[in-house]
């Protein structure tokens, strides 16, 4: 049985009871406190950005959200949670991409339908990954690297976070696009694998810039290039590697969904308060502290983005054969 964790934030700890309230006809959005589902446990990534937002949204929203930890298989069961409750806007949901992206090509079932079991509601923010090796791999670029690898096919470990995970289809999309073969070594966290990367027992990894960038700042790893199109505002000194692989594209993201068949005045209304909350530059530098870059826009805009990469991590994820049951 998976935990759950629920916190209330932006209100009294007796607000909690609202959420018994029965509903109101007609009653205006938001009418009761709003169940923010974050699908892995209290303390990761998600988690303090779901925290982070929430403090911000209640004011805005004029009812405080209930920070609710459903954590288990790859964000399902959160996920199967929030496309079950009501889509009057009161249960909403943070995801990664495994929720509508990639775990419905690495499961053969789901217990939610991930392409329409959720109104799309606004795109967060972007995380990017960074190409790094350990400094006895002879490679001091992306370029150099591939290379390498070319003439050593198989020779090189990388490691990852899982199978399945951000970290391990980005170097599969890398590997792909470079027509280079290095063997998969995956760990539970990020600072499991960096135990073996700083070590040079794996040679490389595609992993989110938060958890690696100390490790290279500190000379035990050598970075060569960032996941995104284009060089990062803060930092315009890392290559992306689509200069050198033009096209690549390995970073994942955090977005919000709603159950399915949520009335546009409500997505609408939500929208507005998280694009608003994505602009205040509390937020904007609290995201680039944790490697992150804010985002927005419009639901629309998250629909197609939610489309494209469906397709294109569904193609990296059959090309490597990759299975999780």
């Known amino acids: 049985m998976a935990t759950t964790r629920r916190t209330l934030v932006g209100g009294g700890a007796g607000m909690l009871a609202a959420t018994a309230w029965p509903a109101r006809a007609q009653a205006p959005f938001p009418s009761r406190p709003i169940r923010f589902v974050v699908p892995f446990a209290p303390g990761g990534g998600s988690d303090i950005v779901a925290r982070l937002l929430a403090e911000e949204l209640a004011p805005r929203l004029g009812q405080p959200l209930i920070v609710d930890n459903r954590p288990g298989q790859a964000a399902s069961v959160g996920a199967a949670f929030t496309a079950q ?56 670029n992306v370029a150099e690297f591939i290379a390498h690898l070319r003439a050593n096919p198989d020779r090189l470990s990388f490691s990852s976070t899982g199978p399945g995970s951000s970290s391990h289809l980005a170097m599969e999309l890398f590997m792909s696009m470079s027509g280079t073969r290095m063997t998969h070594v995956p760990y539970r966290s990020s600072g499991q694998a960096l135990i073996d990367l700083t070590a040079g027992r794996v040679e490389a990894t595609l992993d989110s810039f938060a958890a690696i960038i100390p490790a290279v700042r500190a000379g035990q790893l050598r970075l060569l290039g960032i996941s995104t199109e284009r060089p990062l505002d803060d930092h315009p000194e890392i290559p992306p590697i689509a200069a050198t692989l033009p096209g690549y594209e390995g970073t994942t993201l955090l977005y919000m969904v709603g159950p399915a068949g949520m009335p546009a005045p409500v997505v609408a209304r939500l929208n507005a308060a998280f694009n608003e909350v994505l602009r205040l530059p509390r937020i904007r530098d609290r995201f680039r502290e944790m490697g992150m870059a804010a985002s927005g826009g419009t639901p629309e805009e998250l629909a197609q983005v939610i489309a494209e990469g469906r397709a294109k991590w569904r193609g990296v994820i059959e090309r490597a054969g990759v299975k999780l049951d």
């Open 85 to 140: 409750q009501p889509p009057d806007g009161h249960t909403i949901l943070i995801c990664t991409p495994g929720v509508q992206m990639t775990n419905p090509f690495l499961y053969a079932s789901l217990p939610y339908d991930a392409e329409r079991g959720f109104s799309p509601i606004v795109h967060l923010a972007h995380l990017p990954n960074i190409l790094v090796v350990h400094p006895s791999v002879p490679a001091g």
